[in-house]
């Protein structure tokens, strides 16, 4: 995998892999055997007409062959008659069966890319937080589509093409040995003669298709990544230098396709060149068998024409499916990496069930946990936690004293190093993901929305939440009044990311979410951080009432909204140095007396 390195406002390209060994592996490609064998009845179907179609192809040159020597030649209306029938008929063939070739095929490829771009996403989905610190969310997008419209255009066209001129070149060469055999050697090296320079230049091609494609990629990964945060970057005004930054990267693919567009033309120019020699070669050898030595009937030579042009031009589309093989071989190796990436995180074999009915208890004991590609940095060094079930914990502490990363390790984002975190009793690692995260619900800092209507979003919390449960949670959540206000009311499209709605909005609209799963334990990462005043008071009522019987783990930075917690941890550097309530954490005259005091004055603390 290759990643574009910024440098000022150029993106260095990434070293010319060259050929690698993989993209000449064809191995790759027996992955799209399971998805091909799923739908057997379009194969075979496929495969008929194929063979229909090409027997049709070789079969219309016995009746080029029938119409001149038996029909022209006779002066015979009836036999004339006859042999251009005849020719129609095969032409009918010919054509019913390319379409159903061409129906089937087609349908098949677009069956198995949509089989296997449901299958990626799926994946996707499973893997850990820690693959996406590796490989960057344009990048998997450009796999899904980039890749899979190359692995489309092959099953759907290049192996069907393939296969055609395959049975075309091996059928006409058999033809053109019971014809003439002593021609037929001689068609046969001039063949050789010409296919020789076209291999050559066809590996630059393809060398160079490849190079294009992954540096189609970095470009399609950047965009990604800007557009992911284009307010950030209008905000900082940087939208020149983004802009200049992708157009780098659009330009060192344009170069490269320049070349291989360049290389194309001239194989093209090579091609007409060589093809039309050859083709000339084989009419002047052809035309003195005929009209000199007499050991060829005309009909015989434009048989044996069309056969050897046949031949020739389904040899070169081989050398041409060939190449476009090598390529999607490149293309379902990207895709298999993906499909063969293991999540970190996963269910074990046989998972310990949770206890029912839940209780919301929660621990940790000792643990210490670094995020990946920063193992030097820990982010908890001996973290002990004990919350009893329906306890309100509030964790404070300065920025990167670890409180977000307890969160993340609750629903098990990522593993400790060290360690143990459990539930209700049971070690996590123990039980499966699934069912952990199923006895949470989360309201994150930045309260992410999709693009579908407040419905929608609001069931994104739990799928089979009746109406009545949906607007009571929009109410507790003081969701209500602006969700009901909103053109089409609940069912208003809300845009991308919910963007049509104010950040505060927004965060309401994620509590609402989060009351909706009615899960035993809650968590607060700033829940209120986007509201005003006046709302953050009754979102702050809404969540007390709320916090009645869950466990609730609330993160906040700003200490007026934890003052009403059973318990308040003060975190630092991974740890915890304080625990207790407010009045006597500010009584201790610790860290949270201290933090107090620069957010309520001394009078307040």
Do not use: C
């Not at 489309?152 to 060469?173: C, D, F, K, P, Q």
């Not at 001689?186 to 063949?191: D, K, M, N």
């Not at 063969?340 to 004991?365: T, Y």
């Not at 309260?447 to 507790?476: H, Q, V, Y």
């Amino acid at each position: 995998m290759t990643t574009p390195v910024v440098v000022d406002s150029e993106i260095a390209p990434p070293a010319d892999p060259g050929v690698p060994a993989r993209r000449r592996d064809l191995r790759p490609l027996t992955r799209l055997v399971p998805y091909i064998a799923a739908h057997r009845l379009d194969v075979i179907l496929a495969i008929v007409f194929l063979l229909v179609s090409s027997t049709a192809t070789v079969g219309l040159t016995f009746a080029v062959r029938l119409m001149a020597d038996k029909g022209l030649s006779s002066h015979s209306a009836a036999m004339i008659n006859q042999a251009f029938l005849t020719l129609a008929l095969v032409a009918t063939v010919l054509a019913v069966s390319t379409g159903g070739r061409f129906y089937f095929i087609t349908k098949l490829g677009e069956r198995v890319v949509a089989d296997i771009r449901s299958v990626l996403y799926g994946h996707v989905m499973t893997l850990d937080q820690g693959y996406f610190l590796e490989v960057r969310t344009g990048e998997v997008l450009s796999r899904m589509t980039t890749d899979l419209a190359i692995v489309e255009s092959m099953v759907g066209s290049t192996i069907s093409v393939a296969l055609r001129n395959a049975l075309t070149v091996v059928a006409a060469l058999s033809v053109l040995i019971v014809v003439n055999p002593a021609l037929t050697g001689f068609v046969v090296l001039v063949g050789a003669m010409i296919l020789a320079p076209l291999f050559i230049v066809g590996r630059q091609v393809r060398r160079l298709s490849v190079k294009a494609q992954e540096r189609f990629a970095d470009a399609v990964g950047y965009a990604g990544e800007t557009l992911d945060a284009l307010d950030t970057v209008q905000a900082f005004g940087r939208e020149g230098s983004a802009t200049a930054r992708f157009k780098a990267a659009v330009e060192a693919a344009f170069k490269v396709s320049l070349a291989r567009i360049g290389a194309r033309a001239g194989m093209t120019a090579l091609v007409m060149i060589l093809v039309i020699g050859g083709i000339g070669l084989v009419l002047w050898r052809a035309s003195l068998a005929t009209f000199v030595d007499h050991s060829m009937t005309p009909g015989s030579l434009l048989q044996f024409v069309f056969l050897s042009v046949l031949a020739a031009g389904s040899t070169g589309s081989l050398g041409e499916a060939w190449g476009d093989i090598q390529k999607t071989s490149g293309a379902m190796a990207r895709i298999a990496e993906i499909l063969d990436a293991k999540p970190a995180i996963a269910a074990p074999v046989h998972p310990v069930p949770l206890p029912v009915p839940p209780r919301g208890a929660v621990s940790f004991d000792k643990v210490v946990f670094a995020y990946p590609g920063r193992p030097e940095l820990a982010a908890l060094n001996g973290f002990d936690l004990t919350v009893r079930p329906g306890e309100r914990v509030a964790l404070v502490g300065p920025s990167g004293a670890g409180k977000s990363t307890v969160l993340r390790l609750l629903l098990r984002f990522y593993d400790p190093q060290s360690g143990t975190i459990r539930l209700d009793g049971v070690d996590i690692r123990d039980a499966d993901p699934a069912e952990v995260r199923a006895r949470m619900a989360l309201v994150a800092q930045d309260a992410p929305l999709f693009s579908g209507s407040a419905i929608e979003n609001l069931r994104f919390g739990r799928e089979a939440a009746t109406m009545d449960e949906l607007m009571a949670a929009s109410r507790a959540a003081q969701a209500d009044g602006f969700l009901e206000a909103l053109p089409e009311g609940f069912d208003t499209t809300l845009g991308e990311r919910a963007k049509t709605l104010s950040g505060g909005q927004r965060q309401r609209v994620a509590i609402a979410r989060a009351l909706v799963r009615n899960a035993p334990i809650l968590l607060l990462d700033e829940a209120t951080s986007a509201l005003d005043a006046e709302n953050e008071l009754l979102v702050q009522r809404a969540l007390h009432d709320a916090m009645v019987g869950r466990t609730t783990l609330v993160i906040a930075h700003r200490l007026a909204t934890v003052l009403r917690a059973d318990r308040i941890v003060v975190m630092e550097a991974g740890r915890v140095v304080e625990s207790g309530t407010h009045g006597e954490l500010i009584a201790r005259g610790g860290l949270y007396a201290r933090l107090a005091h620069l957010q309520f004055g001394l009078e307040a603390a």
